[in-house]
């Protein structure tokens, strides 16, 4: 099975920084990555697809790089709305449709 | 509007059994394969089941393999997930998830609120 790690498992920010995560594979999965938002109580929501595509509704602030194993999600400027924890999965070989731990981004 | 609502869940003895369902509305179900995904306490997102549109097809993760089944009746818009021999290690938020895709690019575009299964004595 293909591993996924999210780093840093944490984070702490302000309104307005600019926040970048990151999500490695264990072995090659080209662009089948995919990044969820999680707030507690709420649904999962999809933000980015196929590593880099903005899912419909979602802000601009967001965006996905990355091919290969190596795969980064950055929030360009943080709005309180976006504290919550964020996770990579991949899609390239399933199942299993493995998820990373999670970074979990709080305010400072 | 899309909504799935997961119910079913509660609190059970170890090595019982629960049955969770998830209603689908506000698209055509019959055209998705879906999902069973769980979060348990103080933990991330793990994957559970899969079942593709027609119900003739499943996969499911290792740690559940032999004890949970997973099932759909399109004419009534409804997935299930049948829990057997529950373990501690089961306790969790239990999700479903619309699997859709763009090209190739698979993901799961649309998610319920979850419904909460504690196993314990």
């Known amino acids: 099975d293909i591993q996924m790690t999210q780093s840093p498992s944490s984070l702490s920010a302000s309104v307005g920084d600019r926040v970048t995560m990151t999500c490695r594979a264990s072995?090659?999965?080209?662009?089948?990555l995919n990044w969820y938002q999680h707030k507690p109580g709420k649904a999962p929501k999809l933000l980015i697809y196929a590593a880099s595509s903005l899912q419909s509704g979602v802000p601009s602030r967001f965006s996905g790089s990355g091919s290969g194993t190596d795969f980064t999600l950055t929030i360009s400027s943080l709005q309180p709305e976006d504290f919550a924890t964020y996770y990579c999965q991949q899609s390239f070989i399933t199942p299993p449709y493995t998820f990373g731990q999670g970074t979990k981004l709080d305010i400072k | 509007e899309e909504q799935l609502v997961e119910s079913g869940g509660g609190l059970v003895q170890p090595g019982g059994s629960l049955r969770l369902s998830c209603a689908a509305s506000g698209f055509t179900f019959s055209s998705y394969w879906m999902h069973w995904v769980r979060q348990a306490p103080g933990k991330g997102l793990e994957w559970v089941a899969r079942?593709?549109?027609?119900?003739?097809?499943?996969s499911y993760a290792d740690s559940v393999q032999g004890r949970f089944s997973i099932s759909r009746d399109n004419a009534k818009n409804t997935l299930y997930l049948e829990l057997n021999s529950l373990r501690d290690d089961d306790t969790a938020v239990y999700y479903c998830a619309r699997d859709s895709y763009t090209r190739s690019w698979y993901y799961f575009d649309f998610w319920g609120l979850g419904t909460p299964v504690t196993v314990s004595s």
């Open positions: 072995h090659y999965i080209s662009t089948y």
């Open positions: 079942m593709n549109s027609d119900g003739n097809s499943r």
